[in-house]
Nanobody
């Protein structure tokens, strides 16, 4: 079973930065798309797409994070990263890693990001 483990979350002041990582239990070459989602507080059934990256490097972002967040893949470390700059209180959420392969779809457990104003 594929495992995805997120790390890098924490508490940061508004305007600060965090770098999230998602490490897979197998080669991320197997995943044709990897995505960061987030689940805001009080919205346990809503997951927002934050950013995705395909295995050929195509990326996309939700409008509210464009210019502030950068997604990347490190195939040598089997890791996907999300560099988050200029964080705002509305970025507070549990951030989850998602990966798609020909065998199926996989989720991580999530990492909490809290931005204080």
């Amino acid at each position: 079973q594929v495992q995805l483990v997120e790390s890098g979350g924490g508490l940061v002041q508004s305007g600060g930065s965090l770098r999230l990582s998602c490490t897979a239990s197998e080669s991320i070459d197997n995943f044709y798309r990897m995505t960061w989602y987030r689940q805001p507080p009080g919205k346990s059934r809503e997951r927002e797409m934050v950013a995705y990256i395909s295995n050929d490097g195509v990326t996309d972002y939700r409008n509210s994070v464009k210019g502030r967040f950068t997604i990347s893949r490190d195939n040598a470390k089997d890791t996907m990263n999300l560099q988050m700059n200029d964080l705002r209180s509305e970025d507070t959420a549990v951030y989850l890693c998602h990966a798609l392969s020909l065998r199926g779809a996989y989720w991580g457990q999530g990492t909490q990001v809290t931005v204080s104003s």
